[in-house]
């Protein structure tokens, strides 16, 4: 069994950073990790994946070039570096294991409990 745990959320201005963690229990190394986004009233969006070894992420086109996504392997942790942050970033956050088709929520085994993150203008 995997558990996820989130953290790092909170409220910032608009183009400040913000940077997630996500813990993970069990056997973190052996799949990839992504992080989605999900908006009041909207539908759980990818914004970034990589993969187990770390050797190959994938991004959202709308957070190409401020999000930066990272693993630990040695730490059971996966991050989320967010940088030049905008309103409409604004979501909880969910970090996601197991993935094979690393766009798709649906492909995921394992989810944390998310972690909210508010950018003001």
């Known amino acids: 069994q995997v558990q996820l745990v989130e953290s790092g959320g909170g409220l910032v201005q608009a183009g400040g950073s913000l940077r997630l963690a996500c813990a993970a229990s069990?056997?973190?190394?052996?799949?990839?990790m992504g992080w989605f986004r999900q908006a009041p009233g909207k539908t759980r969006d990818f914004v970034a994946a990589?993969?187990?070894?770390?050797?190959?992420?994938y991004y959202a086109d709308s957070v190409k070039g401020r999000f930066t996504i990272s693993r630990d392997n040695a730490k059971n942790t996966a991050y989320l570096q967010m940088n030049s942050l905008k309103p409409e970033d604004t979501a909880v956050y969910y970090c996601?294991?197991?993935?094979?088709?690393?766009?798709?929520?649906?492909?995921?085994?394992?989810w944390g409990q998310g972690t909210q993150v508010t950018v003001s203008s």
């Open positions: 996601a294991g197991g993935g094979a088709r690393v766009y798709y929520s649906s492909d995921y085994n394992y």
């Open positions: 069990g056997r973190f190394s052996s799949f990839a």
């Open positions: 990589i993969s187990w070894r770390g050797g190959t992420t």
